[in-house]
T-cell receptor
Framework: EAQVTQNPRYLITVTGKKLTVTCSQN?????MSWYRQDPGLGLRQIYY???????DKGDVPEGYKVSRKEKRNFPLILESPSPNQTSLYFC????????????FGPGTRLTVT | KNQVEQSPQSLIILEGKNCTLQ??????????LRWYKQDTGRGPVSLTI?????NTKSNGRYTATLDADTKQSSLHITASQLSDSASYIC??????????????????FGKGTKLSVKP
């Protein structure tokens, strides 16, 4: 089944404790992207990747890192999480950045205390 | 600054009625415009995507229009159903300068219109 998977789905952590949210797709997509969604602000793009080893900042990259060492995986790293990073995170992928169909993962709800 | 504004913020309609959602954008250089449907707590699902040269596109009961001159788009839903209750998000892709072919990657999202369809 074609899908985008994210792990973990829910995470409660403390300020400053490094964490990684994994994202994996099985559709051989070139384009992958991370978003955060907050009430009243909608979805905002954090980072995106056009292909392996090619990543770029979205609108809200501060406090996040990503890597794209292989095509299927695009982990989101929070080196030192802070409470303002409490949010709902979505990973998405598509064949290219211009593809009609962009597949979203199920979301990761992160709480930083 | 690249921005996408949607109106109304929320809308309540009766089942079977039509409705139109609006999207204005200031994204430049423009690459494409998408409409997504997002159910509460789930990831968005693509409804339509339009490039600069397209001014209308349909997907079942959903019809999107694009006026690239005025930088406006609308999403029209006909014969609404209870399952249409969701947030509808307008997303504009900005063309990334300097890349071969003018590749695009940066997506700017509107805050969405929350539609409630009542029986």
């Amino acid at each position: 089944e074609a899908q985008v998977t994210q792990n973990p789905r829910y995470l409660i952590t403390v300020t400053g404790k490094k964490l990684t949210v994994t994202c994996s797709q099985n559709m051989n997509h070139e384009y992958m992207s991370w978003y955060r969604q907050d009430p009243g602000l909608g979805l905002r793009q954090i980072y995106y990747s056009m292909n392996v080893e090619v990543t770029d900042k979205g609108d809200v990259p501060e406090g996040y890192k990503v890597s794209r060492k292989e095509k299927r995986n695009f982990p989101l790293i929070l080196e030192s999480p802070s409470p303002n990073q409490t949010s709902l995170y979505f990973c998405a992928s598509s064949f290219t950045a211009n593809s009609y169909e962009q597949y979203f993962g199920p979301g990761t709800r992160l709480t930083v205390t | 600054k690249n921005q996408v504004e949607q109106s109304p913020q929320s809308l309540i309609i009766l089942e079977g009625k039509n409705c139109t959602l609006q999207c204005n954008y200031t994204v430049s250089p423009f690459s494409n415009l998408r409409w997504y449907k997002q159910d509460t707590g789930r990831g968005p699902v693509s409804l339509t995507i339009m490039t600069f040269s397209e001014n209308t596109k349909s997907n079942g009961r959903y019809t999107a229009t694009l006026d690239a001159d005025t930088k406006q788009s609308s999403l029209h839903i006909t014969a609404s159903q209870l399952s249409d209750s969701a947030s509808y998000i307008c997303v504009v892709s900005a063309r990334v300068r300097g890349l071969i072919g003018g590749s695009q990657g940066n997506l700017i999202f509107g805050k969405g219109t929350k539609l409630s369809v009542k029986p």
